[in-house]
């Protein structure tokens, strides 16, 4: 430091341990042999972000899920007490048989995961060619590229663990509201008067 500085060891070491001060012109000589802006200089170190801690949990229990029932499947909204979460695990029944049957293809923000409980499920994607899953495969998507989940030809009801995932602090509402301006209100219903989910 004294070498670059051009300063004393001497003088540094007495600055160091506040028994002396360096006047402006010191103070500019050494800004510009270290090329630094001199409020650099007398700037305090930026402190450490604390940790945030919301020591948040919920048990997630199917007789306790938002139920969403639509014509193309039944939402079981889990851990439903827990608000403006960024990640929304649901477990999904699903019932249509085609795309379309389906109908257009779903987009919404963020990512989702995929976990298939019962299969087989038929995977339908704006950009993929569809891809048929068994129980215990997996398939991970972004959730703004078109998506619908059927039933293949020759299978019944599927089973599926999905997770959404998004920075939108109010995804779940966001899903909930999915289009639906497009579900009759008498096809689309909620479990004890909670809300309709739109299709999917």
Do not use: W
Not at 28 to 33: E, H, P, V
Not at 93 to 114: D, K, M, Q, T
């Amino acid at each position: 430091m004294s070498e670059r500085a051009g300063i004393p060891l001497s003088t540094l070491a007495k600055v160091e341990h506040d028994r002396l001060t360096l006047t402006y012109d010191k103070l500019m000589q050494l800004s510009q042999r270290l090329n630094l802006r001199m409020s650099d200089l007398f700037s305090e170190p930026d402190s450490a972000p604390e940790a945030s801690f919301t020591a948040r949990r919920s048990i997630g229990r199917l007789d306790d899920a938002l139920r969403v029932n639509t014509p193309n499947y039944d939402y079981y909204y889990m851990c439903p007490e827990l608000r403006r979460k960024r990640m929304v695990p649901t477990v999904t029944r699903i019932r249509a048989r085609s795309v379309e049957e389906f109908g257009e293809l779903v987009h919404h923000p963020g990512e989702e995961y995929i976990y298939v409980l019962k299969g087989p499920v038929e995977i339908h994607t704006e950009f993929y060619e569809p891809v048929v899953l068994q129980a215990g495969e997996s398939i991970y998507i972004d959730s703004t590229m078109g998506h619908a989940y059927v039933v293949p030809e020759g299978g019944e009801e599927a089973l599926v663990l999905g997770i959404c995932s998004s920075a939108d602090d109010d995804l779940m509402e966001s899903l909930i509201t999915l289009h639906s301006d497009d579900v009759p209100p008498a096809k689309s219903r909620a479990t004890s008067g909670r809300r309709t989910h739109p299709k999917r």
